[in-house]
Protein backbone atom coordinates (compact mmCIF):
# COMPACT_ATOMS: atom_id res chain seq x y z
CA UNK A 1 0.00 0.00 0.00
CA UNK A 2 1.12 3.58 -0.97
CA UNK A 3 0.89 6.13 1.08
CA UNK A 4 -1.23 8.10 -1.42
CA UNK A 5 -3.63 4.99 -1.15
CA UNK A 6 -3.56 5.50 2.98
CA UNK A 7 -5.11 9.28 2.36
CA UNK A 8 -7.63 7.20 0.12
CA UNK A 9 -7.32 8.54 -3.28
CA UNK A 10 -9.97 6.54 -5.58
CA UNK A 11 -7.47 4.06 -7.61
CA UNK A 12 -8.35 5.81 -11.08
CA UNK A 13 -7.33 9.12 -9.59
CA UNK A 14 -3.84 7.76 -8.25
CA UNK A 15 -3.38 5.95 -12.01
CA UNK A 16 -3.68 9.59 -13.11
CA UNK A 17 -1.56 11.19 -10.65
CA UNK A 18 1.38 8.90 -11.32
CA UNK A 19 0.92 9.32 -14.97
CA UNK A 20 0.69 13.08 -14.70
CA UNK A 21 4.14 13.23 -12.57
CA UNK A 22 5.94 10.99 -14.91
CA UNK A 23 4.96 12.85 -17.88
CA UNK A 24 6.39 15.95 -15.65
CA UNK A 25 9.78 13.96 -14.99
CA UNK A 26 10.27 12.86 -18.30
CA UNK A 27 9.69 16.05 -20.06
CA UNK A 28 11.99 17.58 -17.51
CA UNK A 29 14.47 15.68 -17.28
CA UNK A 30 14.62 15.53 -21.63
CA UNK A 31 15.29 19.43 -21.02
CA UNK A 32 17.97 18.99 -18.40
CA UNK A 33 19.51 16.48 -20.85
CA UNK A 34 19.34 18.39 -23.80
CA UNK A 35 20.66 21.01 -22.18
CA UNK A 36 23.67 19.30 -20.21
CA UNK A 37 24.41 16.52 -23.16
CA UNK A 38 23.35 17.81 -26.20
CA UNK A 39 24.32 21.95 -25.95
CA UNK A 40 27.29 21.19 -23.46
CA UNK A 41 29.41 18.07 -25.38
CA UNK A 42 27.67 17.61 -28.68
CA UNK A 43 27.18 21.04 -30.15
CA UNK A 44 29.75 23.00 -28.04
CA UNK A 45 31.66 23.45 -31.22
CA UNK A 46 29.20 25.81 -32.59
CA UNK A 47 28.10 27.07 -29.51
CA UNK A 48 32.00 28.17 -28.58
CA UNK A 49 31.60 31.29 -31.29
CA UNK A 50 29.21 32.97 -28.88
CA UNK A 51 30.60 34.21 -26.16
CA UNK A 52 28.51 34.84 -22.33
CA UNK A 53 29.61 37.03 -20.14
CA UNK A 54 33.31 36.63 -21.27
CA UNK A 55 33.37 32.85 -21.78
CA UNK A 56 32.91 30.81 -24.84
CA UNK A 57 29.18 29.48 -24.63
CA UNK A 58 29.54 25.73 -24.95
CA UNK A 59 32.03 26.11 -22.31
CA UNK A 60 29.59 27.97 -20.18
CA UNK A 61 26.77 24.94 -20.85
CA UNK A 62 29.61 22.27 -19.95
CA UNK A 63 30.65 23.96 -16.60
CA UNK A 64 28.08 25.67 -15.58
CA UNK A 65 24.98 26.19 -17.53
CA UNK A 66 23.73 22.43 -17.10
CA UNK A 67 23.80 22.88 -13.09
CA UNK A 68 21.63 26.26 -13.07
CA UNK A 69 19.27 24.24 -15.54
CA UNK A 70 18.92 21.72 -13.18
CA UNK A 71 18.34 23.88 -10.07
CA UNK A 72 15.55 25.68 -12.19
CA UNK A 73 13.88 22.36 -13.30
CA UNK A 74 13.89 21.74 -9.91
CA UNK A 75 12.31 24.51 -8.94
CA UNK A 76 9.44 24.39 -11.79
CA UNK A 77 8.65 20.19 -10.85
CA UNK A 78 8.32 21.65 -7.07
CA UNK A 79 5.90 24.31 -8.60
CA UNK A 80 4.26 21.65 -11.26
CA UNK A 81 3.83 19.06 -8.34
CA UNK A 82 2.19 21.36 -5.36
CA UNK A 83 0.04 22.00 -8.14
CA UNK A 84 -0.97 18.95 -9.42
CA UNK A 85 -0.99 17.81 -5.25
CA UNK A 86 -3.83 20.32 -4.77
CA UNK A 87 -5.77 18.86 -8.14
CA UNK A 88 -6.14 15.63 -6.30
CA UNK A 89 -6.72 16.67 -2.76
CA UNK A 90 -3.54 15.29 -1.36
CA UNK A 91 -1.42 18.34 -0.45
CA UNK A 92 -0.27 19.22 2.90
Avoid at 4 to 26: A, F, V
Wanted: avoid cysteine; charge should be positive; hydrophobic fraction near 50%.
Amino acid sequence: MTILENIYMPSKDLKKYWKTNLKYLGILLSIWFLVSYVMGIIFVDELNSIRFRGFKLGFWFAQQGSIYFFVLIILVYIKLMNKLDKKYGVNE
